[in-house]
T-cell receptor, first 112, second 114 residues
Framework: GNSVTQMEGPVTLSEEAFLTINCTYTATGYPSLFWYVQYPGEGLQLLLKATKADDKGSNKGFEATYRKETTSFHLEKGSVQVSDSAVYFCALSETGYSTLTFGKGTMLLVSP | DADVTQTPRNRITKTGKRIMLECSQTKGHDRMYWYRQDPGLGLRLIYYSFDVKDINKGEISDGYSVSRQAQAKFSLSLESAIPNQTALYFC?????????????FGPGTRLTVL
């Protein structure tokens, strides 16, 4: 079956630090990959996505590249802000089927 | 107005009670989903519906039932609530387009079963 593994948190950084949150996946087919973000007290919202190998998803300064050879989709940001403090979820869906399989989430805490 | 709304936002109930969580959407999407979120476990799919006549069990459907009353409405019921159903519940919708499909989430319902 499908599964997503992401690094455990919390990840604690100072403002303007570089962020990496690791995500690896197992899938029987050729999935689409997503990063969702959950700000405190809110529902999840899509941050970025990639649908095929070597695609790079990007949004709000965050980036992730679909690496089929390493089955990874690591999230990066060059300079985090306090407002980036949230829980980040990596997820996948099989092409043509929109049910999502989520990782357990990684909490990011950014201090001034 | 929010595209995906959930009611109630918070609910405290007792063991054995029947409870219904409601979800409405104005996005015109055919596909709707119910998830629960538990600390350290991420989101797990309870039920999903690809159209009004289609209901499917997800990863953790035991103890839950759903009703798709219309394209815009998808309700989740706990027939006899138990404490380990205490969680944050999210409804989501999507348009089901291959490659571009994106799920849109409601704000969540925090359910506590005493």
């Amino acid at each position: 079956g499908n599964s997503v593994t992401q690094m455990e948190g919390p990840v604690t950084l100072s403002e303007e630090a570089f962020l990496t949150i690791n995500c690896t996946y197992t899938a029987t087919g050729y999935p689409s990959l997503f990063w969702y973000v959950q700000y405190p007290g809110e529902g999840l919202q899509l941050l970025l996505k990639a649908t095929k190998a070597d695609d790079k998803g990007s949004n709000k300064g965050f980036e992730a590249t679909y690496r089929k050879e390493t089955t990874s989709f690591h999230l990066e940001k060059g300079s985090v802000q306090v407002s980036d403090s949230a829980v980040y979820f990596c997820a996948l869906s099989e092409t043509g089927y929109s049910t999502l399989t989520f990782g357990k989430g990684t909490m990011l805490l950014v201090s001034p | 107005d929010a595209d995906v709304t959930q009611t109630p936002r918070n609910r405290i109930t007792k063991t054995g009670k029947r409870i219904m969580l409601e979800c409405s959407q104005t996005k015109g999407h055919d596909r709707m989903y119910w998830y629960r979120q538990d600390p350290g476990l991420g989101l797990r799919l309870i039920y999903y519906s690809f159209d009004v006549k289609d209901i499917n069990k997800g990863e953790i459907s035991d103890g839950y039932s759903v009703s798709r009353q219309a394209q815009a409405k998808f309700s989740l019921s706990l027939e006899s609530a138990i404490p380990n159903q205490t969680a944050l519940y999210f409804c989501a919708t999507s348009d089901g387009q291959v490659f571009t499909d994106t799920q849109y989430f409601g704000p969540g319902t925090r359910l506590t079963v005493l």
